[in-house]
């Protein structure tokens, strides 16, 4: 089935992960196996490199941890995400969801979180998050709700051609209140909020 999903992640357990066990395949018959601890080089890889480090870039970093990095992709964990499954998803669409943008200072008291997913159509969808993340709630539509698709793609100025409606950046601007859309001949601004567009706005 065609479609997109997108999921959220706890950076936390990002960490928490990297600073799990890799795993290795000795060989492309064998199984994958964790790495035993001793065999991981120092620096660690996954940790940040910075200041307190002998090591203040990734460039000048030792041959033995490229090497290990560029064998070893996998750690034995996976990260979980939010919830345990994706927050939105969008099947039997001819849309792919390519690039997304997050406003997480929306609603009167600036406490709700939209995202705007960019389609390789040049149409936006606007989503208000609602995490509810309940034992019994694990309906995915309390997690999600669909407020708007935009078509942000003015044709006549920018070509008719279906390449060019492609969307190649999307960016939340609040200095402006805006979120800048991006196509290869052309750049479009849209407003954030666009209540004025229906009788009733809470």
Not at 5 to 27: H, P, T
Not at 93 to 117: P, W
Not at 184 to 195: D, E, I, T, Y
Request: charged share 20%; hydrophobic share 35%; glycine share 8%.
């Amino acid at each position: 089935i065609q479609g997109s999903a997108v999921c959220a992640f706890d950076m936390e357990q990002v960490a928490l992960i990297f600073s799990g066990r890799f795993k290795e395949q000795r060989n492309p018959e064998s199984v994958w196996t964790p790495v035993q601890e001793d065999l991981i080089p120092k620096p660690r890889p996954g940790c940040c490199i910075g200041p307190s480090m002998p090591y203040n870039s990734s460039r000048s970093l030792p041959d033995d941890v490229l090497n290990f990095v560029k064998s070893h992709s996998l750690m034995e964990e996976s990260v979980p995400s939010v919830g345990g499954f994706p927050w939105i998803t969008r099947t039997l669409s001819r849309d792919q969801l390519t690039h997304i943008a997050v406003d997480t200072s929306c609603g009167i008291f600036g406490n709700e979180t939209v995202i705007f997913l960019g389609s390789n159509s040049g149409i936006v969808l606007k989503y208000l998050l609602t995490p509810k993340l309940g034992i019994f709630e694990i309906d995915i539509c309390k997690h999600s709700i669909l407020l708007e698709e935009i078509q942000t793609y003015p044709a006549d100025r920018c070509g008719q051609e279906e390449e060019d409606q492609r969307i190649i950046g999307l960016e939340v601007d609040k200095g402006s209140g805006s979120l800048i859309v991006v196509y290869s001949k052309c750049v479009v601004k849209v407003p954030l909020a666009r209540c004025d567009r229906h009788n009733g706005c809470m």
